[in-house]
């Protein structure tokens, strides 16, 4: 087969922005509320804001990725007129828009009328193909039906214990059950069941109106072929008997009274037997990994996977916000989870041309978690991702690289922990397949194993087998998914392939070449030139393929496996490997320089509503790996002092060593600055957010409890453990230690953040600063993360800013000041303003200017990071540096820099967040010392002449 081509896609012509600034739109955050901080992100020097999901959820959405209605704004976050507002607003302000929109995947409930006719009129619904169903169910009784896993026990236990009822919805004229405060429609077939039921017991007047609903009902099977005669049959019908109900209040009491004795079991029709002859089974919530029949979002059975690849689909999904950008009120789009998709690059090039059409141009994002090595497809429309992949190499570049070996040696002391991550990744997708995934991988394997039948070569390949071949070449998976689709496949995603069926081959105690080999030549799509398939049949099951393999990596990797092994916690982040440690600087350079010429426009994040904990949680982290010996002696310290407060549990303490270690790194990096040790109540506040990311890890971890089998003794014991700790008169000497740490980790985390601040703004790309994050961010894991912003506060902070540099201008002893006084955070925003400010100011130096590494000499030259930026008429040094417990140790002395010196072009500068005057010779070099004595990062600006 060709090798597919391989060229970036073009894409129209759009205005980069300058920097975006995230929003969390909720009920309690609406479209007026962000229309009304349109000046305050003006003066923060933002240029888009980037707003979550605008189109309609499941009611009291959090997040807004559970879209039931792609046809309406959602009502709780404003009406129409209320978006225009909002973008009038910022249109005022100079800012534009970027929204986040879902076409993988869709809420399911009451709401969403598209699932309820699907559940009303089963593979009849014109709806059905908008879903991504499964209605050839290996078990007889589920063939045209939709398996609901919501009951918290079996079906017939529920039944017994008055969990499903059925329901008249008299003014609808509609019979549904309901189970849990949910309702599920009846089959039109079961209305003239139910209305000849209520005509038995009754006669004369009451009796004849029923009958003749009754037969106008039952009548609609005759129809059948017709499915359209039938649907408008049924509507009338509907609206008859919703007349009736109205009028005649025996006829209601009638059927009020038939409904009843169905659901008290004193009809001869039974509540259980109605249900069964339905187009949807309700069933235990356990059975969804086995026996689900559509496609979820991972395991998620609340959010069905939609089939955006089919035009239809893609009209319906993205009508109202394609709208919005021909209007002018949409400058953006940020694509949900881009790897769910059936066909990404065929979806994007049909949202390219559809944006096209629209007459305005729009920036285009995917979010696309990129593995190490790993580069976004060059020939997807794109500008790039939403920049997952840059959290990595700028936390990496903070860690200390001579820690490695000694944090490894002190983890599997104090935790006995052993294997390392690769094997505890893998086993963590093995059991995400088998534990939730089992249904998705039985489908495709008996798809499969059609085709195998048909060659005498192959045939002999079992279901079992293929099951088990299926989950253990993901399990061997080095990235999320691999892009075969009808241009073919890259050598890079044939090789990928190849080498996970090998290994998987290996991994076991019994070799099985036959079956590897098939499985290679499927996924490859090599088998599309064999006499027994048809290229489509191969390409169907590659193409499923792909969309199982990322669901078993995020699950595996980012929710167990960074529970499971946690050394440095700086390292378990989002788009992260804990195995790649330190980044040397001569790396990341050229990561950037490759950045520059690939994707200039991607996002560069700080934080994300995604990410495990803040980016300013993750720069004290990384700082641990410069303190070794102090983190060593107070772990074994506390380890030994709170012997007392950890119990026993099937004969192994709780909590675990491995929770406890992952505790005290979380307490150390969310610890608030302006947390005192005698401070009652905020303790108590701050061990609320401790216990609830504590309770996410050991159920993500799913070794001692998880969230489908919770072990309630486990949990208490740990949060016994962690409130104490935080809490207790006990546990004093505890908190007088995180006092003591957070001076030193405190300030040098804080000094850490201003550098990778200061980087996340410069290099190429994008700068994305997540809701709040413009003073520090020691948030943890969601909810944790998606706290409400006081945006007065904020403003606040940003009128002191101004009225202690007018006019914007630093000036040296104020940005002293502001490093000095760290823990109120002005420091950053001040960071931020006067970037963003510069990026203001010359925008196409930062969009399109040049990258050069810069060198330095002396003692500590290596703890420096540098570069230029430069374009035709102007130019920028930016200074980071790293290592900040090396540079400034517990016994620092004014001269910490020594004599290093930083090689710089010759020119006249500005340091924009001092205010000081630089001259460079180009040869001698600026003195480090010198030029950070009054703020722990520079930025230099100066005009070529």
């Keep these: 087969m060709p090798e597919p081509v391989c060229r970036r896609a073009p894409i129209a012509a759009f205005e980069p922005p300058r920097a975006t600034y995230r929003l969390q739109l909720t009920k309690d955050f609406t479209f007026r509320d962000a229309a009304a901080i349109a000046g305050y992100l003006a003066d923060l020097g933002i240029s888009h804001a980037y707003l979550s999901p605008i189109l309609m959820a499941k009611p009291g959405s959090t997040h807004g990725y559970d879209v039931i209605d792609h046809d309406r704004l959602n009502p709780e976050l404003g009406t129409a007129a209320d978006f225009a507002a909002l973008a009038t607003a910022f249109r005022d302000r100079g800012l534009g828009i970027i929204v986040d929109i879902v076409p993988n995947h869709m809420g399911i409930g009451d709401g969403n009328w598209r699932w309820m006719d699907v559940l009303e009129w089963g593979e009849l619904s014109p709806e059905a193909g908008f879903f991504d169903i499964d209605w050839q169910a290996p078990r007889p009784d589920m063939v045209g039906k939709l398996l609901l896993p919501v009951l918290s026990q079996s079906f017939g236990a529920a039944l017994d214990a008055g969990e499903i009822a059925l329901s008249l919805d008299a003014d609808q004229g509609e019979f549904v059950a309901c189970c849990g405060g949910t309702r599920f429609p009846l089959s039109i077939a079961s209305y003239g069941e139910i209305l000849t039921a209520a005509v038995r017991p009754i006669s004369g007047s009451t009796a004849w109106p029923l009958s003749a609903i009754a037969r106008d009902f039952t009548d609609i099977d005759a129809l059948a072929g017709d499915v359209d005669r039938q649907r408008r049959q049924a509507a009338t019908s509907k609206t008859t008997l919703a007349s009736l109900l109205r009028g005649d209040a025996a006829v209601r009491q009638a059927l009020e009274a038939a409904v009843s004795a169905i659901n008290g079991g004193e009809s001869p029709l039974t509540l259980g037997s109605l249900l069964d002859r339905q187009f949807w089974r309700l069933a235990h919530w356990r059975t969804a990994s086995d026996e689900i029949n559509y496609r979820r979002f991972f395991a998620i059975n609340e959010l069905i996977g939609i089939r955006a690849e089919r035009p239809e689909v893609f009209e319906a999904t993205h009508r109202i916000v394609l709208q919005l950008v021909a209007e002018g009120m949409i400058d953006g789009l940020r694509i949900d989870h881009v790897d769910g998709l059936y066909d990404p690059k065929a979806y994007l090039e049909r949202l390219r041309d559809a944006v096209e059409q629209t007459g305005r141009p729009a920036y285009i994002l995917v979010e696309k978690i990129l593995a190490h090595g790993e580069a976004l497809p060059q020939n997807w429309p794109v500008a790039g991702t939403t920049g997952y992949d840059r959290l990595g190499p700028i936390d990496r570049l903070l860690v200390d690289p001579e ?431 006067q970037t963003l400010a510069t990026r203001r100011r010359w925008p196409g130096l930062f969009a399109h200017g040049d990258y050069q590494p810069l060198s330095a000499q002396g003692a500590k030259a290596q703890l420096l990071f540098a570069f230029a930026r430069h374009s035709e008429d102007h130019r920028v040094i930016v200074v980071a540096p790293r290592l900040w417990p090396l540079i400034w140790p517990a016994t620092a002395t004014a001269a910490i820099w020594d004599d290093t010196r930083l090689q710089v072009p010759s020119g006249s500068y500005l340091n924009v967040l001092t205010g000081e005057p630089w001259l460079s010779n180009g040869a001698d070099g600026l003195p480090v010392q010198a030029l950070l004595a009054n703020f722990p990062v520079a930025l230099l600006v100066s005009t070529i002449s």
């Design 403 to 833: 820690a490695k070996p000694r944090l490894a040696a002190l983890y599997h002391q104090f935790t006995g922990r052993v294997n390392p991550i690769a094997q505890i990744l893998r086993d963590s997708k093995r059991e995400f397949l088998v534990t939730d995934y089992s249904g998705e991988i039985g489908r495709l394997a008996r798809t499969i194993h059609e085709l195998a039948c048909r060659d005498w070569t192959t045939r002999d390949i079992t279901l079992n087998a293929l099951e088990r071949g299926l989950r253990e070449i993901i399990a061997q998976f080095p990235v999320y998914r691999t892009y075969a689709d009808h241009d073919g496949i890259s050598a890079t995603d044939r090789g990928r392939i190849e080498a996970a069926a090998t290994a998987a081959n290996s991994a076991g105690d019994d070799v099985d070449d036959v079956l590897y080999r098939f499985l290679r030549d499927l996924l490859t799509l090599d088998l599309a030139a064999s006499e027994f398939f048809s290229r489509d049949e191969v390409l169907a099951v590659a193409m499923r393929f792909q969309q199982l393999s990322g669901p078993a990596m995020a699950k595996g990797m980012e929710d167990t496996a960074f529970y499971r092994y946690v050394p440095l916690l700086v390292l378990n982040e989002v788009g992260g490997d804990p195995d790649e440690f330190a980044l040397d600087p001569a790396d990341f350079h050229r990561f950037n320089q490759e950045k520059r010429q690939s994707h200039p426009d991607e996002l560069i994040p700080g934080s994300t509503h995604d990410t495990k904990r803040g980016e300013d949680a993750r720069a004290r982290l990384a700082c641990l790996s410069s303190m070794v010996d102090a983190w060593a002696l107070s772990l074994e310290r506390w380890h030994d002092a709170h012997a007392g407060l950890r119990t026993a549990i099937d004969g192994r303490p709780a909590p675990s060593a491995n929770d406890e270690y992952y505790l005290y790194q979380t307490i150390l990096s969310a610890w608030p600055p302006l947390l005192s040790a005698d401070d009652q109540p905020g303790r108590a506040d701050f061990a609320a957010r401790i216990e609830a990311a504590l309770l996410k890890a050991v159920r993500e971890a799913k070794l001692r409890t998880s969230w489908d089998r919770p072990r309630e003794d486990y949990e208490t014991s740990v949060y016994h453990f962690a409130e104490t700790l935080l809490t207790s008169e006990r546990t004093a000497r505890f908190r007088a230690e995180l006092v003591e740490w957070q001076r030193q980790l405190g300030f040098k985390g804080a000094l850490t953040s201003l550098s990778a601040t200061l980087l996340r703004l410069t290099t190429p790309g994008v700068p994305d600063i997540y809701r709040g994050s413009e003073t520090w961010n020691l948030a943890l894991v969601d909810p944790d993360n998606r706290w409400p912003v006081d945006f007065d506060a904020a403003r606040s902070r940003l009128a002191t800013l101004q009225q202690r540099f007018p006019n914007g201008v630093a000036e040296p002893r104020g940005a002293r000041t502001l490093v000095e006084q760290w823990q109120d955070g002005l420091a950053k925003t001040h960071l931020i303003v």
